[in-house]
């Protein structure tokens, strides 16, 4: 059984700066594509970014591309997702999901494509 569990969220000022983590617990880390989401108050699920089991091919939405930076570390079994010039709308809990890499060994950008998740972390940005 696979477990993740999401830190580093919190509150800040828009224009901050703010490093979310995702620690993953069982089966070789190696084994799993990741992707980051977020859920907005009243809103759907939304994929953040995703990236591959290498960390060599990465995803991330247009709503965060240039400011938003995944990243992970095989070695310590965790993966990051680190968020600069935040904004009020980036204010959302935010999710860590796993998936066993295929044959492609590429990223999902579907919620549906992944099979474990982490219980979320809020981040508020303030204006």
């Known amino acids: 059984q696979v477990q993740l569990v999401e830190s580093g969220g919190g509150l800040v000022q828009a224009g901050d700066s703010l490093r979310v983590s995702c620690a993953c617990s069982?089966?070789?880390?190696?084994?799993?594509?990741m992707g980051w989401f977020r859920q907005a108050p009243g809103k759907e699920r939304e994929v953040v970014g995703a990236?591959?089991?290498?960390?060599?091919?990465?995803y991330y939405a247009d709503s965060v591309k240039g400011r938003f930076t995944i990243s992970r570390d095989n070695t310590k079994n965790t993966v990051t997702l680190q968020m600069n010039s935040l904004k009020p709308e980036d204010t959302a809990v935010y999710y860590c999901a796993a998936r066993v890499r295929n044959g492609s060994g590429g990223y999902y950008r579907n919620s549906r494509s992944y099979d474990y998740w982490g219980q979320g972390t809020q981040v508020t940005v303030s204006s």
């Open positions: 069982g089966r070789t880390f190696s084994s799993y594509a």
């Open positions: 990236i591959n089991w290498s960390g060599d091919s990465l």
